[in-house]
Nanobody, 123 residues
Framework: QVQLVESGGGLVQAGGSLRLSCVAS????????IGWFRQAPGKEREFVGV????????LYADSLKGRFTISRDNAKSTVYLQMNSLKPEDTAVYYC????????????????WGQGTQVTVSS
C-alpha cells in the first residue's frame, strides 16, 4: 500500500484560495491514480476530483469545475489540489486517496487514504 499525507488546509475567507498537497511514499507513485474527496460534518464523503497516473488528465465533480484544479509532480511524489473562489460550503475535511485500479470517482475504489486536512471557509 502507498502511504499518503495531506497538508495545506486551514482557515480562509470566502473568495480566497488554498492549495492542498498530498505526498506519497512507500510504493511506485506512478502506479497510482490519485483522487481527492471531502467530507463535511454529518454528510457523506464526496468526490472532488481525480488525476491519472501521468498527470495528463483529470476529472472533477461538476459542481467544482472551474474553481478546483488537480495537478501532480511525479518527481516529488506529490499531488496538489488548488482551490480558488472558496465558499463556506467548501468547508470539510479533505482527503487524498490512491488506487491502482484506474480512474474512478467512487471512494470505495480507493484502497489507500491520507489522514485528511481541515479546510474552513468563513463567510
Amino acid at each position: 500500500q502507498v502511504q499518503l499525507v495531506e497538508s495545506g488546509g486551514g482557515l480562509v475567507q470566502a473568495g480566497g484560495s488554498l492549495r492542498l498537497s498530498c505526498v506519497a511514499s512507500g510504493r511506485i507513485f506512478t502506479d497510482y491514480v490519485i483522487g481527492w474527496f471531502r467530507q463535511a460534518p454529518g454528510k457523506e464523503r464526496e468526490f472532488v476530483g481525480v488525476i491519472t497516473e501521468s498527470g495528463g488528465s483529470a476529472l472533477y465533480a461538476d459542481s467544482l469545475k472551474g474553481r478546483f484544479t488537480i495537478s501532480r509532480d511525479n518527481a516529488k511524489s506529490t499531488v496538489y489540489l488548488q482551490m480558488n473562489s472558496l465558499k463556506p460550503e467548501d468547508t470539510a475535511v479533505y482527503y487524498c486517496a490512491a488506487t491502482a485500479g484506474g480512474m474512478s470517482t467512487m471512494h470505495t475504489n480507493f484502497r489507500s487514504w491520507g489522514q485528511g486536512t481541515q479546510v474552513t471557509v468563513s463567510s
